[in-house]
């Protein structure tokens, strides 16, 4: 029977396909989350509490996502190791409620849904006593959209000079060596489609593809959907997204490294199988499996990267890539969850309703996007002349190097080096031996390029201020002339700069005349 605590061994399987010892310290639910029962032991909890835990949460393994199970976990660890006791009593959860702010007083609702199941269960270790005191509570949710509402710089959408930053910064670490193809094309694929981490962590690499209809190709992806009520086995559901040719680049840069090392690492190659291998794998479980095994392990996400190891990556990401907040004037922080609320934002920003925004966050429902829904006057602003001389040095846009003389550039001896204005007017050199097809505006916002300290940057700026104008006169969306504002920060930055440098040089030729 279910309910008896006096039951052997028994083996369970999770919603993600793994198998447990319900009586086992350890339960591996997932790929990512591993469960260890013994800290009951240690917590001291009498037998009737900790068989009844078990149980109980052996069945929302059974029936429920993995994260779910993880957070009732440490709702209840969190619950014993405040209040110190060894059962649950409706005294002990009464002073628990006291401890608890109110901006944590979610945790005991999680505690009161699955005392409620326990109970209805059948399993003992919770008295009718303390149901009856729980069933009375009237508890707050958890608060939800404070920092899209509130527009934290910390933890709120990114603005879109930072978010530009932030991409510009990713361009250059990639082009520069710095960042792994995985980390560019993971970081590219949540800012270009909004998803959760966990959805891309989950992708094969069959997701990927494209149609060609009359010569016109359009990419698409299959993300595998998440967090959808009663839905939650591994990639049961999908959504197919049409994506830009230059996210769809990435992924299959993506796609070709991790076929080729699948092949230089086992030797062989079956298309079968590598069309349902991870487009982002765990290399350390992989590389171990034989190859005959690998089979039994893709209708899991065993192959698939950790969220552990997605933690790692955004710290590394954060350590190479380069971006800076024009509203705190100090370093970016890249957040997974930042760059979703700020493809929802943006989209809101835009005037795309609540269906839409539920649509392309892979909602269920619409219950959750108002907030994204900012008042108009509330939204960024194209940044004019003026805002640009304040936010510049805060901004720092432009992420070349400034040069007193051609000779210093590297590739200074190269005529083919030299960035134009106009056809006859040079404003610097670029430093890189690849080709480029951007365009002056585009070499200031460019790690490779090195104005000159003469160079005409005011007539850049001047010229990028014309065409600005033309477009508002046209009446031309304010999305696309607040495109070209890092640009303008950018630009902006250098004049001051080489005004700074221009200055300190003067003071250099004083002293030297003194002396």
Known sequence: ???????????????????????????????????????????????????????????????????????????????????????????????????????????????RGFLDSWSEYGFPGVSRKTI????????????????????????????????LSLLCGLANAYESRELSQEGYSFLLAVSMTGRRPVQIRHLKLCDLGFTDNDGSRSCYLDIPRAKQRGQSVFRKEFKRITICKDLYDALNDQRNDVISWVRRTFESQNADVESLLPLFPEHSRLGECALTEISSYLNTDYLHKTSASVRSLRIKLNSVVNAHSERTGGPLIIGFTRLRRTFASNLAAEGFGPLVLAEALDHSDTQQVPVYARPENETAKVVDEVMARVLAPLAMAFAGKLLDSERDAVRGGDPHSRVKLKTEIGIGNCGSFRFCADGWKGCYLCKSFQPWLDGPHQSALDELLKERQIQKDAK????????????????????????ARKAELQVIEGVNCYE
């Open 1 to 111: 029977m279910e309910g008896d605590l006096n039951a052997k061994s028994v083996l369970r399987k999770s919603t993600a396909g793994y198998e447990f010892d319900e009586t086992s310290d350890e339960w591996r639910l997932d790929g990512s989350i591993q469960l260890k029962l013994s800290i009951l032991s240690e917590l001291g909890l009498g037998q009737k509490a900790s068989a009844g835990f078990r149980k109980t949460l052996s069945r929302y393994a059974q029936e429920l996502s993995s994260c779910h199970c993880q957070n009732i976990y440490y709702r209840i660890l969190h619950f014993f190791r405040t209040t110190g006791v060894k059962e649950f009593s409706a005294e002990a959860l009464s002073s628990y409620r006291a401890s608890l702010d109110d901006e944590h007083i979610w945790y005991l609702g999680v505690i």
């Open 132 to 163: 009856n005191y729980l069933d009375g509570l009237t508890i707050k949710g958890n608060v939800k959209g404070v920092a899209v509402l509130t527009s934290c710089p910390y933890s709120g959408p990114y603005t879109s000079q930072e978010h």
């Open 476 to 499: 031309v969306s304010q999305v696309i002339i607040g495109a070209s504002d890092r640009v303008l920060l950018a630009i902006t930055q250098v004049i001051q700069m080489c005004a």
